[in-house]
């Protein structure tokens, strides 16, 4: 919604013209057909090529719906130019909250600068809240400066897709975003083909089974540290397979908008999970961290490959990363920012697991004033932390989010209600088949593991 504010002050800079094929140009906003036989959308457009076909940007959508399209695609009898007087006269101002807003283009919209973080005080910690987002990545974006998939908040935000689709394995997927593939392999091709087992990318189908021929992997490089049935994890470790790891990187950008591919890995640990047949164990995702992180982050970068982001390998990778805290005797957070679906798959690991622990005890935590008995249960915050190695600010902004953090009598108490209970046991009910993580099958010892490390 906020997005869509913004959008109707930039529209304001913009003049109506009446186009033919002539009157495109870079800047320009006009009216596409998102597909054939969709509906009309409003969009930029960002690239034009000779033969007639325009890279666009439609507005107020995400950036992985960008493509090329053809002009007759393209309304042409209305066409919304930049207003070179209004631009001119526009003058950068600074808002309350330090922003400034500037004339440039519907670009500058898109930008992943940081937004700054409301506080608010709650149980004696200060909480720093989610600044909202515009892009729905998969995942999160973020992540240390050093990251192989590090922030890419200065990135230009020109660098368009540059791979129409890829062959992985038994399927094709259309990348969502631009990765820095080399340019010479990638320019003009149809398709590329990646191995699944060791990630080479190559520019046909006749070179991919050659290399088939010749690649002896069938399973991830690093440790296997868990396997039960046929998912598997395996440690890879940034340092010793760079090879891997850069490649992973490249696969990954093509998913993922916040991140850019540095070659610096030795920092970090990869968790590659995977899922076994007769022919191998095939790639579904992974999560990287940093090997000594002061913040004690558990999660550095990660991804689901489309096929499988309905199918709940997300959550478990989440709830994986937490597992591994556990043996390490910390409290983990992901690194922050977290996107808008990022955030929403932690809320749901989190709220679940909150809710695990709070509906374990004998008695409900509810307040029943009729009966004499105020239900009342002594747990506290610190035990909720220790239980799921859930970091206080992230156990707090769950309370929140869950509307059963309340003040009463000088100070917060949780407060859950009956009717939470029960639909909280009607949807442990209906999440039964759903794919869970078992510890027993988890064989990994941290090198460090003592509760002094816990903050």
Not at 108 to 116: E, I
Request: proline fraction near 4%.
């Amino acid at each position: 919604m906020e997005q869509r504010k913004v959008d109707i002050i930039e529209e304001a800079k913009f003049e109506e013209i009446l186009g033919s094929g002539e009157s495109l140009e870079i800047g320009c906003r006009v009216e596409v057909r998102m597909t054939p036989g969709g509906n009309w959308e409003m969009a930029e457009i960002l690239k034009e090529l000779e033969r007639k076909s325009f890279y666009v940007h439609y507005i107020g959508f995400n950036k992985r719906l960008d493509e090329w399209v053809s002009e007759d695609r393209i309304n042409l009898a209305k066409i919304l130019r930049p207003n070179p007087t209004k631009v001119k006269e526009e003058v950068p101002s600074s808002s309350a909250e330090g922003e400034v807003t500037t004339a440039c283009s519907i670009l500058s919209l898109f930008s992943s600068t940081p937004q700054k973080k409301r506080k608010k005080k709650v149980c004696g910690i200060e909480i720093k809240t989610e600044p909202e987002t515009l892009d729905l990545d998969p995942f999160f974006g973020g992540g240390a400066s050093r990251l192989s998939l590090t922030r890419s908040h200065n990135v230009d935000k020109l660098l368009l897709k540059n791979v129409s689709l890829i062959e992985f394995g038994r399927y094709r997927m259309k990348p969502w975003y631009f990765s820095p593939y080399p340019e010479d392999l990638v320019t003009g091709l149809e398709c590329l083909f990646i191995c699944e087992f060791c990630l080479k990318y190559v520019a046909s189908l006749s070179c991919l089974k050659r290399h088939l021929v010749k690649c002896q992997r069938k399973h991830p490089p690093g440790r296997e540290i868990y396997r039960n049935g046929s998912i598997s994890f395996f440690e890879v470790d940034g340092r010793k397979d760079k090879e891997y790891v850069k490649n992973l990187c490249l696969l990954s950008k093509l998913f993922l908008d916040h991140k850019w591919v540095a070659y610096d890995s030795d920092i970090f640990l990869f968790y590659v999970m995977t899922m076994a047949d007769n022919r191998g164990c095939h790639l579904v995702g992974y999560f990287s961290k940093v090997k000594e992180s002061p913040e004690n982050y558990n999660v550095a970068c990660i991804l689901t490959l489309p096929p499988y982001q309905r199918k709940g390998y997300g959550k478990l990778m989440i709830e994986f990363s937490y597992e591994l805290s556990k043996r390490e005797g910390k409290l983990g957070s992901p690194e922050k920012p977290l996107s808008d679906f990022g955030l929403l798959s932690y809320r749901s690991y989190w709220s679940q697991t909150v809710l695990d622990i709070l509906c374990s005890y004998k008695k409900a935590v509810w307040m029943e004033v009729d009966d004499g008995d105020d239900g009342r249960v002594k747990i506290s915050i610190e035990q909720i932390c220790e239980l799921t190695s859930i970091k206080k600010e992230d156990v707090i902004s769950t309370l929140q989010n869950l509307n059963v953090l309340t003040y009463y009598q000088g100070g917060y108490v949780i407060v859950l209600a009956k009717e939470m209970v029960t639909k909280y046991e009607e949807r442990k009910k209906a999440a039964a088949g759903e794919l869970k993580l078992d510890p027993k099958c988890l064989y990994w010892t941290p090198k460090l593991c003592s509760k002094s490390c816990k903050k």
